[in-house]
C-alpha cells in the first residue's frame, strides 16, 4: 500500500496525436492537463513539479522530446511520480508502455496512476492486472487508424487526386476542386520550351544555358513571386531541374503519387517505391505537353541525369565531398575509369566553382597511403601520452563520483527533511507559516543540489566519452597495420573518417580522433 507519510513530486505528462486517431475534444491537451490538476488539487501529498507536453507526437513510439525530459528529471531525482490522463496518453507501444510501468518506474521509485484507467503501480487492484490488455488495445487502435489512413490515401491517390502541398511547375492547385491541377499559362510557356529544345538537339546543359541567358524564371524564383516558396540560389537554373521536368509524366496530364511509403505505423522513416509500384492515374488533368513529343524526348539514349554509381564498390566512396559547397561528391563511369565529381558545378557552375574530375582510384590510393603514415605516427609519438592521459582520466572519474555520492546522500536527507515538515503540518506540529517559509527553504536547497548532481553526472559523462573515444582509436588504429598490405577485410573506415573534401586536387581528409590532414594530389 502506499505510505501516507511519503510526498510526491509530481511530473504530468500531456500527449496527443491525430496518427493515433486522438480527434476527439476529450483528448485535447487542456482537457488531460484539467482532469490530472483537478486529481493533484485533491492530494495533499501531491505537488506538482513539472508538466512535459508532447503534442502532435505518436504514441507508438517513445522517441518524443517532452517525455525524454521526464525521463531524465526522473533520473536526475527531480520527481517521484508521473501521471497520465490514461493510459494510451503514456503510449501505444505495449511492449515499451509495459516496460516502463513494470520495470523502469519500480526501479527508479516512481509512482504511475493513469487517471481514468485506474491504474496505479503502487497499489494492488484489478486495474493492474488489465493493464496488459489495455494496452494491447491501444496500441491496436493506432494500428487500426493507421491501415484506414492508408487505405483513405491509397484511394485518393488512385482517384487522381493531388494531394501535395505545391503544385508542379507550370501548374496550379485549382481554387474550386481540391486536388486537381490546372494550367499555369506563364509558366507553362517555360516547361514548354524545355522540351522544344530537347527535341532541337540541345543537352540539359545547354538548355540551362539558354534559360538563363533569356532570363527565363526558375521554378523557385516563380514560386517565390505567387508566395509560395523562398529557397536559396532560387535565381540558378539547374541541370538536376530541367531534367526532372523532362522526365515528369505530370506534363501528360498523369498523376504520379504513392514514389514512397513509410517503413511501419510506428515510425515516420519512409523507403523509396520501386517506379512499376508508383500509382499512375492518366487524363487527371489537362497535359502541357503532347504524348508524342515526350516520347521522342525519351527515345534518345541520355535525355536525363548522367548515369551514376548506385553500388558502393568502392571503400571511401560514403565519405568524399566537394571541399567548396559541402555537397557529396557524383561518382560516373567514363572510359573504363570512375570519377568523382561537384553535382552543384554539373548543375551549374554558378552553384559552385569546384570543376574537380578526378580518378577515383587515385583518391583512394593516395589517401590510404596518408592514413597508414599517420598510424606509423601514431605509433611513434602518441601511443605513450593517451596511456597517461587515460590513467589521469580515470583518477578524476574516481574523485568526481566521490563527490557525486556524497550530494546524493545530501539530497536524499532533504527529501527526508521536506517529508518530516509536511508530517509535522499534519499533526499541527507547526504554523502554515512556518510550513511554508521552511519549505520554500529546502526546497531551494534541493534546486541547488540536483542542478550540482546534474552537472556532476555531465562531467562523468563526458570523461567517459573521452575514454570511450581514446579506446576506439586505439582499436581502429590497431587495424591500419592491414593497411600496407591491403587487407582491408575487418577495417571499418567509418570509424576513422568523418569526411574527405576535394577541391581541385587538393584533398583534405577529417579524422574522428586527430587534427584534419591536408596533401596534394
Not at 36 to 56: A, C, N, P, R, S
Not at 68 to 87: C, F, G, P, S, Y
Not at 95 to 121: C, M, Q, S, T
Request: hydrophobic share 30%; with cysteine.
Amino acid at each position: 500500500m502506499v505510505s501516507p507519510k511519503m510526498i510526491y513530486n509530481v511530473g504530468i505528462y500531456l500527449r496527443l496525436s491525430k496518427d493515433d486517431g486522438d480527434r476527439e475534444e476529450s483528448e485535447s491537451i487542456t482537457n488531460q492537463r484539467k482532469i490530472i490538476k483537478d486529481y493533484i488539487e485533491k492530494h495533499d501529498d501531491m505537488i506538482l513539479f513539472e508538466e512535459y507536453v508532447d503534442d502532435g507526437y505518436s504514441g507508438a513510439n517513445f522517441n518524443r522530446p517532452s517525455f525524454k525530459r521526464l525521463i531524465q528529471d526522473i533520473e536526475n531525482k527531480k520527481i517521484n511520480m508521473v501521471i497520465t490522463k490514461n493510459l494510451a496518453r503514456l503510449g501505444r507501444n505495449y511492449i515499451e508502455v509495459g516496460n516502463y510501468i513494470e520495470k523502469y518506474f519500480p526501479d527508479h521509485g516512481i509512482r504511475y496512476l493513469a487517471i481514468l484507467d485506474n491504474i496505479d503501480n503502487f497499489c494492488d487492484n484489478s486495474s493492474n492486472d488489465f493493464m496488459p490488455i489495455k494496452s494491447v488495445f491501444n496500441e491496436k487502435h493506432c494500428k487500426d487508424t493507421s491501415i484506414a489512413v492508408k487505405r483513405t490515401k491509397r484511394k485518393r491517390m488512385e482517384d487522381g487526386f493531388y494531394a501535395c502541398t505545391t503544385a508542379p511547375f507550370g501548374y496550379k492547385k485549382d481554387p474550386e476542386l481540391p486536388g486537381k491541377l490546372i494550367i499555369d499559362d506563364e509558366a507553362s510557356k517555360t516547361v514548354k520550351k524545355i522540351f522544344e529544345l530537347k527535341l532541337q538537339g540541345y543537352t540539359c546543359n545547354k538548355i540551362v544555358e539558354y534559360l538563363e541567358k533569356n532570363n527565363y524564371l526558375t521554378p523557385a524564383q516563380y514560386m517565390n513571386i505567387k508566395g509560395l516558396e523562398n529557397l536559396k540560389n532560387k535565381d540558378v537554373w539547374r541541370r538536376s531541374s530541367v531534367t526532372k521536368i523532362l522526365g515528369n509524366q505530370v506534363y501528360l496530364g498523369y498523376t504520379v503519387r504513392g514514389k514512397t511509403q513509410k517503413i511501419s505505423y510506428k515510425s515516420k522513416d519512409k523507403i523509396f517505391v520501386k517506379r512499376k509500384d508508383f500509382i499512375v492515374t492518366k487524363n487527371t488533368h489537362d497535359a502541357i505537353i503532347s504524348e508524342e513529343i515526350f516520347e521522342k524526348v525519351h527515345s534518345t539514349k541520355k535525355y536525363g541525369l548522367t548515369r551514376e554509381i548506385k553500388e558502393n564498390t568502392h571503400l571511401l566512396k560514403n565519405f568524399i565531398y566537394c571541399k567548396n559547397c559541402g555537397q557529396k561528391l557524383i561518382f560516373k563511369n567514363a572510359r573504363k575509369k570512375v570519377y568523382v565529381y561537384c553535382r552543384n558545378n554539373s548543375d551549374n557552375p554558378r552553384l559552385c566553382s569546384n570543376d574537380c574530375k578526378i580518378d577515383y582510384n587515385l583518391i583512394e590510393s593516395k589517401t590510404i597511403e596518408y592514413i597508414s603514415n599517420i598510424y606509423k605516427e601514431y605509433l611513434k609519438n602518441n601511443k605513450i601520452k593517451d596511456n597517461l592521459y587515460k590513467k589521469a582520466a580515470n583518477e578524476a572519474i574516481k574523485s568526481i563520483e566521490i563527490e557525486l555520492e556524497k550530494l546524493k546522500a545530501t539530497l536524499d536527507k532533504i527529501n527526508f527533511k521536506i517529508t518530516s515538515l509536511y508530517n509535522q503540518r499534519l499533526s499541527n506540529k507547526i504554523t502554515e507559516e512556518e510550513y511554508k517559509s521552511r519549505y520554500k527553504v529546502l526546497l531551494e536547497k534541493r534546486k541547488e543540489l540536483s542542478e550540482d548532481i546534474t552537472d556532476k553526472e555531465i562531467e562523468i559523462n563526458n570523461k567517459n566519452k573521452e575514454l570511450n573515444t581514446l579506446s576506439q582509436k586505439k582499436s581502429v588504429l590497431k587495424k591500419l597495420e592491414k593497411l600496407e598490405k591491403k587487407d582491408f577485410k575487418d577495417i571499418k573506415f567509418e570509424e576513422l573518417i568523418k569526411r574527405i573534401e576535394v577541391f581541385d586536387k587538393e584533398i583534405s581528409v577529417k579524422f574522428n580522433f586527430s587534427d584534419i590532414g591536408i596533401f596534394n594530389i
